[in-house]
């Protein structure tokens, strides 16, 4: 079994939806919405990758400067040996760092582990672990130029720490996402110097890849060159 994974415990069936989806976040404080099973925010590339039973291949640098900015991509292994009501419901989860440092994890849900679930639902089994919501809102209804953009129905919210429960108005379903404002804030100015950076030096860049495609290219030309010359024979 993950290590991910907990437990189920024996419910009555009226209760079991909101089992399923309480599955997915451990006991913790309200006042400690940093904490997600066995990730902090605010931790280090290393322990996220060894919390998650990960290797440090499945971590992808996006940026280098003027911060380092990674992303780690964790999938829930597949078991058809488990009973449904033991089954995680967490499909995958996306971790995001700034300078070696976890901001965000954003919780993605198998669809078929809360299909049928509505806003109340969720809710209604989150607010154990994180008690009432700070804001909520209403559902709201997809429309042609909503595409599957995610939007805020519950949010949790202490110190630094905040979790937020999103809907996709297209397609349905729910994601969570436990961040800290600050480091994100770091992470977004980051992204967006980088970006700069990437635009004002791609001239550069583009030119300096030329340059070794055309030394390649000579290379190989005198390879072959010279190998013809060897066995030529008139």
């Known amino acids: 079994m993950s290590r991910l994974a907990r437990p189920a415990r024996r419910v009555a069936p009226s209760g079991l939806c909101a089992c399923v989806v309480l599955l997915a976040v451990t006991s913790v404080s309200a006042a400690d919405l940093g904490q997600y099973r066995d990730f902090r925010l605010g931790s280090s590339t290393a322990e996220v990758v060894k919390a998650a039973g990960s290797s440090g291949r499945d971590v992808k640098t996006l940026h280098a400067r003027p911060a380092l900015l990674q992303e780690m991509n964790w999938r829930a292994p597949y078991s058809a040996a488990r009973a449904p009501a033991a089954v995680d419901p967490v499909g995958s989860m996306i971790f995001s760092f700034v300078d070696d440092q ?51 129905v519950a949010q949790w919210r202490n110190g630094d720490s905040v979790v937020t429960l999103q809907y996709y108005q297209y397609s349905g379903g729910y994601e969570l996402v436990i961040a800290s404002p600050s480091l994100e804030r770091l992470a977004s100015k980051a992204e967006a110097s980088a970006l700069v950076l990437d635009a004002r030096e791609a001239p550069a860049r583009e030119a300096a890849l030329l340059k070794r495609q055309a030394e390649a290219a000579q290379v190989e030309a005198e390879r072959t060159r010279l190998k013809n010359k060897e066995a030529f024979r008139p």
């Not at 997809?142 to 995610?150: K, W």
């Open 102 to 152: 976890l901001y965000k994890i954003v919780v993605l849900y198998a669809p078929s582990r809360i299909e049928g679930l509505t806003t109340a639902d969720m809710i209604a089994a989150l607010s154990p672990a994180y008690g009432p919501p700070a804001s909520r809102s209403a559902r709201p209804r997809g429309g042609d130029d909503a595409l599957n953009a995610t939007v805020p």
